[in-house]
């Protein structure tokens, strides 16, 4: 089939500049006529930067990007539907819809005529002069879905569409949205949707690329060859599934220098409960030390933006292994487990001390100073020479979290000051 | 397929002349908007028509204190209110859309609004008055558009930044929707980031309206220096109720002025708010939302939409003025560019701290050449006897207020019959009663340099008890809740629970306030009843009496000298005070 478009050797980095934290890493992708294509990856992965680049929104850094024109020679044109739906409170479901067509000078009546044919084909009739206050999420979705098809794009760009919406409603609007895209009656010739969502992406995709994390690039392609429409419990669907945990988790699996965390890396901000938590959870039956991901993220119901970086934490602090697509807790951990709360800060403080080097080197400073004190601005600078601000931030916000629980350090908000102890 | 689309058009008209809607036929609802829309109409024209008026006419036909010629008074004071309003409006649009919009503008015009906003208002009129009656020689309409001008002075500050803090919080995703789809910035503006501003500049668009009777007050009846108009008015009316020592001209004129603010609150504020309410943005729609009987009338009136077809037609004609829209790149290559030194902004700034630099130089030769450091002295020392009089009446208004609205807050009956009426008080110029004060302190010979005080906070000190009312129904119910069951009670209970609860809604209050006080001294420090003249010493009537007898350079001194002293009063006590309050108690 045709390409709708081509993207080659794709970069972004932090700021736009060269030298900057890079977000994605020369990313090479096509997106043929007649398939819907999902951009799977965790948080910071840069899948919404390069659906953006896509879209216009955001000036990669390095690269290029080309739009084939199709078999009539027509330029191609792209729409994006919003995770958060991006509705405008003050107009009508109408006036949301004819936002577009407004924007390209299209005559009052057609915009129209055409708003209403999209609102119609999108199961939206009757809703036309309602605000979006008055309407569920999953119909102020379609709302959004609506908007998008109006202008007639070739590429519908599709950003977590779902993931702002309950479980029920998500699906409903999963299924037909597929009816309607395998009847033809969408009118554009090619999807590209990203999620986080492994399951969402099966059922969909007829092809999934998975992003990689710092920097972004593409780990792995999965072709979807199983007919619409498609069936959770089928084993080629389930087979699939696992095959895509593992992909994804295989990269984290692969040993890390464990000193190098924190320091030129951003920390996840996960707490220490759902460290806890989860390192319970495995050592419990019916794991009992292992546990296959995908399994344990339908037991706790969590999505993989979730699970991902609890299971990355603890990998990181040397308290779980992951060897193909199976969390299996290490001796450290299911020691941990077994702990009492003197025992588990004991032990945390350990793995602390020796596996995330940015609480060593707090330590090691606040040990080095008389007065056992220092001011956190001065990590903050050191971190956001490897980082964006907001990733320093939220690293630190991190690093605080577990050493106070582990007692290495303490740390004064008003002040915004580590000092090792907490004035009695 | 063409039977739906005549019901498709049925369903949602043409042109907003919908046939659902003109179906019917006209109702009682469209009888009383009609009258509505008639008398505003007529009231206007006939104002505008004694506006325009020479100014000779004024002295033939001096203010009665007749009460027949009440309601053309306070028709008169309402328009002026109402045309100030409507010049921050504009203003508002122009400089706080080009401020959000362009780096250059925002240099000079944030700046300068943060200044304007604590400069003593009053203390322009020497200058305006001046100024606009030379622009229209012996017209009536030169004082009547300084008087206005006072009036937008007081109005138009936070109006502007309310809408410049608007259009920079946009929603990022609001704004890729603009970007995505190729809105031209006109019709972005149009349709993005007006509208999400609009609950903001509303809701400062109304506390502007009730800071400005203060100013209606002091600004209908001017004199500087030997120049004296007294403009038909309720603010005139006043001075001479005062001038005469007639108390049943004076209550008259209350009476007068809080029909009005009744009325207007009514006609015109709570259908806008009700009608704003779709601009806000939130996710679900809001429990209680903001109800007016007006706006329901407008909304079933079927005569309104064919009355705004037309203006509606004419907004269309909008996309006239826009480029073609753009056709999406279909080829990208993307280098990183070496940053581009923003060159051309930083020659920009230094021209205008150049600028700024010399204006401060020619400002302090201008009064150097009058005044001496001894005079600075003078209106520095003023200045810190208003400071102790602010200082002290904040923290007495405080200590009565908090606990009241503490007590009222906690109560919801309570709170949703006692704001409405705080913000009423907050409205009334509390200038009309200085005179009481006045007869108040000659009947029992007290010292006018502590009893004149009160009158600075007579009207800021609502701000607290609003403030605090908010913030104290704001506690959530569970916090009070694990108090009582812990018998959390006493001194504990305010330090641990209600203080730090408020805290931040106080803070708000006690700015306003206290703005507010320092603007009041000006015509709170120098009080007159007759022939009776009261004075507390002060830099507010240091700035009166150096108006009074039209000494520019010391009116200038004065007005610099406040100036100096309210911002760093928001810079050193209030905004550390804010900080504390975002970071610490916030309770979400």
Redesign the interface.
Known sequence: MNPVVTISG?GH?YG???GGAPILDDVALEVREGEVVGLLGRSGSGKSTLL?SI???V?????????V?DAAGK??????V?????L????TV?QNVE??L????VP??ER??RA?AAIDLIGLDGF??A?P??LSGGMRQRVGLARALV?EPSLLLMDEPFSALDVLTAETLRSDLIELWGEGQLGIASILIVTHNIEEAVLMCDRILVLSSNPGRIAAEFRVDLPQPRDRLDPRFRDLVEQIYARMTQRAAAPALPVDHGLDRPLPEVSVNSLAGLIEEVEAPPFSGRAPLSTLADTLQLEINELFPIIETLQMLHFLDVDDGDAVLTERGAAFAQQGVDQRKANFRRTLEQHVRLASHIRKVLDERRSHQAPARRFRDELEDHMSPDFAATTLRAVIEWGRYAELFAFD??EDQFSLEDPA | MAGSEARALHRIGFLGFSPRRLGATLGWSDLAVFAILAAVAVGTVSGVRDAVEPLSRLRVEPITLDAAALPRYALLTTLRLFAALAASFVFTLVAATAAAKSRRAELVIIPALDILQSVPVLGFMTFTVTAFMGLFPGSRVGVECAAIFAIFTSQAWNMAFSLYQSLRQVPGDLEEVARGFGLSPLRKLLRIEWPFAAPGLVWNAMMSMSGGWFFVVASEAISVGRTQVMLPGIGSWLAVAIDRRDLGAVALAVAAMAIVILLYDQLVFRPVIAWADRFRVEQTASGDPPRSWVFDLFRRARLLPPLTAPFRGIAALVALAEPAPRLMVQHRRFTTSAAARPLGLRLWTGLVLIAASAAAVYAVRFLGTTLTLADAWTAFGSGLLTLLRVVVLIAIASLIWVPIGVWIGLRPRWTARVQPIAQFLAAFPANVLFPIAVVAIVRWHADPDVWLSPLMVLGTQWYILFNVIAGASAIPNDLLEAHRMFGVRGLLWWRRLILPGIFPYYITGALTASGGSWNASIVAEAVSWGDTHLRARGLGSYIADATAAGDGARVLLGIMVMSVFVIAINRLLFRPLYRIAERRLRLS
């Not at chain 1, 330029?75 to 994006?80: D, E, H, I, T, Y």
């Not at chain 1, 405008?88 to 107009?91: E, V």
């Open positions: 794709l980095s736009g500049a060269e953006r879209a216009g929104l000036e990669p850094s390095r690269g290029e990007l080309r739009f024109p330029p191609r044109s792209v729409a994006m919003f995770q958060s739906f991006a405008m409170p003050w107009l109408l936002l577009g407004e924007a390209q000078h009052a009546d129209r005529r209403i036309e002069n605000f206050k008055e202008v908000d008003d």
